[in-house]
């Protein structure tokens, strides 16, 4: 079975940083497309980044260009999504996600899932 285990939420104040982990086990990650979602209290859940199976090559959201960066460590079988210049905004469950295509913003589009990680941002 695929799984999928999320890590490193924290609470942090505006302006600070913090970093993800997707620990995959089950199958070898360098094989699928990892997705990075959240969701905010009361809001859907809404697609953050990617990273392509093919190259490494990544994609964001426009809502965090130039502040957040995904990376793979295949040694370790894991995603990684760096987060700078925290805002209240960003404030939400973090989920990764797997699929064997192309990436897609929609939710809906992805069958493996982690359990979620909590990130707060606030001072």
């Known amino acids: 079975q695929l799984q999928l285990v999320e890590s490193g939420g924290d609470l942090v104040q505006p302006g600070g940083s913090l970093r993800l982990s997707c620990a995959a086990s089950?199958?070898?990650?360098?094989?699928?497309?990892i997705g990075w979602f959240r969701q905010a209290p009361g809001k859907e859940r809404e697609w953050v980044s990617c990273?392509?199976?093919?190259?490494?090559?990544?994609l964001y959201a426009d809502s965090v260009k130039g502040r957040f960066t995904m990376s793979r460590d295949n040694a370790k079988n894991t995603v990684y999504l760096q987060m700078n210049s925290l805002e209240p905004e960003d404030t939400g469950t973090y989920y990764c996600?797997?699929?064997?295509?192309?990436?897609?913003?929609?939710?809906?589009?992805?069958?493996?899932w982690g359990q979620g990680t909590q990130v707060t941002v606030s001072s």
């Open positions: 996600a797997a699929r064997n295509v192309v990436c897609s913003g929609r939710p809906g589009g992805w069958p493996y």
């Open positions: 089950g199958f070898t990650l360098y094989n699928y497309n």
């Open positions: 990273i392509r199976r093919s190259g490494d090559t990544t």
